[in-house]
């Protein structure tokens, strides 16, 4: 088994896991519903005119059904995650709905396509998720809410659907325009929702060039690196993977903010590194 998808894939996660430092960095009370909608119009829209300019989309023969699911499993993503925290606090959100999404990508990949989950899968994830948990232990002001708690789980379950979806997707669509449209049609799902708080904090220069960064980055770039090195490697894989967002997110903080983290939280960052060293050189090594 190659490598090389894999590190692809935790280089779309680091990605992500930069987009709450250049959050800091935008000014006013914004919607996060709203910074999503931008964010994706931003990335899917520069893909799409690069797609349609050189002619990669094929209307008629598009799948259409694979292209609609995937858009509207990330919207609902975005969504269910942002409302969780509204409820639970960063810490308990990001934890439930980041830590649950390797186990439904497991469970779905396993009772839709048929594909068992191997046991290296299975102690990564468990190294990876302990140590999520660990990572977000202390710190914040968090309050286990139950609605709050059912938000987090949905949201990591359309994450861990838009895994699978986008598999097949790209097993029917080159990548590039596969990110495009789906990105495309979910701006357009989330507009409604963020329309209602206005644009108006895009005129701010630091938030055309924070949200130019996330849509192009932490969107365009790190979604087709996700989506190029899902095409190799299974999408519960895939998922344990993505871990490696919040582990960058701690670290940029801790480094770059001047954020504290616990020992638990170091410890944490220890077990996430393990699971992605388990995943990535005992896959390897078992193929």
């Keep these: 088994m190659k490598i ?28 996060p519903i709203a910074v999503a909608c931008i964010r994706s119009a931003i990335g899917g829209g520069a893909l799409l005119i690069i797609t349609l300019s050189a002619r990669m989309i094929h209307w008629q023969t598009w799948p259409w059904k694979w292209n609609i699911l995937a858009a509207i499993s990330i919207a609902l993503f975005q969504g269910f995650f942002f409302s969780s925290i ?13 830590g649950s999404a390797p186990v439904f990508a497991g469970i779905l990949e396993w009772l839709i396509w048929k594909v068992k989950p191997t046991k290296t899968w299975v102690i990564s994830t468990t190294f ?3 140590g999520c948990i660990l990572l977000f ?37 080159a990548t590039l325009p596969a990110v495009a449209m789906t990105f495309s049609l979910c701006a357009v799902l989330l507009l409604p929702f963020a329309w209602q708080d206005g644009f108006s904090w895009m005129g701010m220069p630091e938030n055309i060039w924070s949200m130019t960064y996330m849509g192009l980055m932490a969107t365009s770039l790190a979604y087709v690196l996700f989506l190029g090195g899902l095409r190799a490697i ?19 903080g801790a480094f770059f903010l001047g954020e504290y983290l616990a020992w638990t939280s170091w410890l944490g960052v220890v077990l996430i590194f393990a699971g992605i060293l388990v995943l990535t050189i005992g896959t390897r090594v078992s193929r």
């Design 128 to 130: 990876a998720i302990v």
């Design 137 to 173: 232990a202390v710190g914040g002001d968090t309050t286990v809410n139950s609605l709050g708690i059912l938000l987090a789980l949905s949201g990591g379950c359309m994450f861990a659907l838009y895994t699978n979806v986008s598999k097949r997707l790209t097993e029917k669509a």
């Design 4 to 31: 090389f998808p894999y590190i692809i894939v935790l280089l779309s996660a680091i990605l992500w896991g930069t987009t709450g430092t250049t959050q800091t960095f935008l000014q006013g009370d914004i919607s």
């Design 86 to 98: 509204r409820y639970t606090g960063v810490a308990i959100g990001t934890v439930v709905t980041i």
């Design 234 to 252: 299974s999408s519960s894989a895939a998922v344990t993977l993505s871990l490696a967002e919040p582990l960058t997110a701690a670290l940029l």
